[in-house]
Structures are given as C-alpha cells and as structure tokens.
C-alpha cells in the first residue's frame, strides 16, 4: 500500500485548504483511510477517515463542521477540505490507513509522507 499526500502550504485564518491523498494497493474494503495531524510538542491525533466500503465517516470533535473528508469513486484519491482554518489546526498532516476501520483511530498499519499546514493568526 503506498499513500502520498498533497496540498498542505501556508493559510491565514479563517482560510481554507484541500489536502490530498493518492492511494495504491489498497483493496481492503473493511478498511479505512484517512487524516493524522502532529503539531510540534504535542501527539499526533487522527482527525478524520473514511471507511471504504461504504464511505462512512468519523471527525474528531476540534474540526467537526469545518473539515470534510470525501474520495472519489474508485477510492484512489481521498480528500481533506479543511474550512475556516484556526492557528491551532497548524501541524503536519499524514494520511493513514488501515485494513480494519476500527484499528484505524489506535495505529494504522500504513503511513504516507507527511505535508506542512501552517495557518497565520
């Protein structure tokens, strides 16, 4: 499985960004894909996934109602539209996924290269 991740750059707030994500070899339909964050000196928390099979989501509680994670039909690709950006959604963003949706939130079994979002007061 070989994920990529793309679109990250420098925002100000109450701006908006789309990350995302390529995917490859991924045919699990049981599992999920979807969006980690680490801002330095804090730990890294999964933020929103997508299931696979029938496209259900999960939103952490900070960015429920300003971010929105979509893929597109084949699941090949997988969105992250982060709205009304706040200095505090500044950090790395990694695309995750595993095999099992519910293993997903405790440790995916597969990591793309992260991408800088860093967004101005």
């Known amino acids: 499985v070989q994920l990529q991740a793309f679109g990250g750059g420098l925002v100000q707030a109450g701006g908006s960004l789309r990350l995302s994500c390529t995917v490859a070899?991924?045919?699990?339909?049981?599992?999920?894909i979807g969006w980690f964050r680490q801002a330095p000196g804090k730990e890294r928390e999964g933020i929103s996934c997508i299931r696979k099979r029938d496209g259900a989501t999960y939103y952490v509680d900070s960015v429920k109602g300003r971010f929105t994670i979509s893929s597109d039909g084949a699941g090949n690709t997988v969105y992250l539209q982060m709205n009304n950006l706040e200095p505090g959604d500044s950090a790395v963003y990694y695309c995750?996924?595993?095999?099992?949706?519910?293993?997903?939130?405790?440790?995916?079994?597969?990591w793309g290269k992260g991408t800088l979002v860093t967004v101005s007061s």
């Open positions: 070899g991924f045919t699990y339909d049981d599992g999920a």
């Open positions: 995750a996924a595993d095999r099992l949706d519910s293993r997903w939130i405790i440790s995916p079994s597969f």
